[in-house]
């Protein structure tokens, strides 16, 4: 399968002053070269864990927001437009599995990022490299993506040495979510369906980073 899209989520550090009433900021930046140019999509949280609002800063677009709408559990998000439209919706599934489920209805397309130990394993085993720390895109039900987390002097596919490898210790890791084409289902178009896949992956990272060490 060809990769159609890459969104890199690095994290503000906490060692850099946030605007005011901003608890958390997430930059998502484009393609394969990370950390390169202006980001593609801002995120700014204004509570840590995703239970109020979070701005949504698009490139020459005007403001979108992610507005919880259900703060117990594993949560509930509306995606709202610039023009007040509700384009999407994302929500949590149980405790013991995660998944996170965005359905945009305009298109009628559904987009899951799921525990991999639900779907066949040796389906997802090239997929996922081998790494375990990931999660499976599927769309309509078929597989589409990737969510792991990768060291940043590595998203070229670069194999690392004894250097690089310091390298990576020191830099850390982020969360990509790497989207596929697969048989022509994938319904990607424009900077809309962009950020509404970017919202998903950020509701997963978020919950992700909070309990996963670095």
């Known amino acids: 399968m060809a990769k159609v899209l ?13 605007p005011p009433g901003v608890a958390r900021q997430f930059k998502v930046f484009s393609g394969d070269h990370c950390l390169e140019g202006t980001p593609a999509i801002v995120f700014e949280l204004d509570k840590a864990h995703m239970r109020g609002v979070t701005c949504i800063h698009l490139r020459e677009r005007p403001d979108w927001s992610l507005e919880c709408t259900a703060k117990a559990g594993t949560g509930s998000w509306d995606l709202i437009s610039d023009a007040g439209v509700r384009t999407g919706h994302i929500a949590g599934r149980g405790s013991l599995k995660q998944g996170w489920k965005l359905e945009l209805p305009r298109s009628g397309a559904l987009y899951e990022l799921a525990d991999p130990d639900s779907i066949a394993r040796q389906t997802v085993r090239t997929m996922l490299g081998g790494d375990m720390d990931a999660l499976v895109l599927l769309e309509n039900g078929n597989l589409a993506g990737t969510l792991i987390r990768k060291h940043r002097d590595q998203s070229n596919g670069k194999r690392a040495g004894l250097l690089a490898g310091l390298k990576r210790f020191v830099t850390g890791r982020d969360w990509v979510l790497d989207v596929q084409q697969q048989n022509g289902r994938l319904e990607l178009a424009g900077t809309d369906h962009l950020a509404a896949l970017a919202c998903l992956g950020l509701v997963a990272v978020v919950s992700l980073d909070l309990s996963t060490a670095d």
């Open 6 to 18: 890459s969104l890199r989520f690095v994290k503000t550090p906490g060692s850099i002053s946030l």
